[in-house]
């Protein structure tokens, strides 16, 4: 999942894909919205993966594979461990500044081998898909939509 040189079968995406968002109930709060990781056992099923530490920030995936089942085009990634998971949420965050999203956004990136990457640009990308969305409702990617897992058939 991570990392900028993962062989043949991967392309290099630009990682500000086309995310459409759909949830019932968007709000906009008075801090930042950000993405992190997040989980609930009692929504797990047999298609999700959780290889994430639990409140770590989250982005899109850099990659997308070609292979059959892997799972990247419906997972995040997290900044620090570097792994993958189909199960994420939004924080209203009061203590972050920009500037140090920013900037969590460049070490991970760099981290897993995406120096070229504009990540000023990416950071900002990942705060305009979180900033209409709900704080604490856990989130996925289904058919190229980030939604609210209540409104899926997980529920």
């Known amino acids: 999942m991570a990392g900028g040189n993962r062989g043949a079968s ?3 995406s630009s990682i500000c894909h086309t995310h459409r968002i759909r949830c ?3 709000t906009i ?7 992190v990781a997040g989980r609930d056992p009692e929504q797990l099923t047999d298609r999700d993966f959780v290889w994430t530490v639990e409140g770590e920030l989250v982005m899109m995936p850099p990659d997308i594979c070609d292979c059959p089942g892997c799972g990247c085009e419906r997972s995040v990634v997290g900044l620090a461990s570097s792994g993958a998971s189909t199960m994420f949420q939004v924080i209203d965050h009061p203590a972050m500044t920009h ?9 991970g990136l ?33 058919d190229g939509y980030i939604r609210c897992r209540s409104m899926s058939d997980h529920a």
């Open 110 to 142: 760099a981290r897993q081998g995406y120096r070229d990457m504009d990540a000023e640009a990416v950071a900002d990308y990942h705060l305009l898909l979180a900033a209409d969305l709900p704080p604490g409702e856990l989130l996925e990617i289904k």
């Open 24 to 26: 019932p109930h968007s």
């Open 10 to 12: 991967r392309q290099q």
């Open 29 to 35: 709060g008075e801090h930042v919205h950000i993405l």
């Open 99 to 107: 500037d140090e999203y920013r900037e969590a956004f460049a070490d």
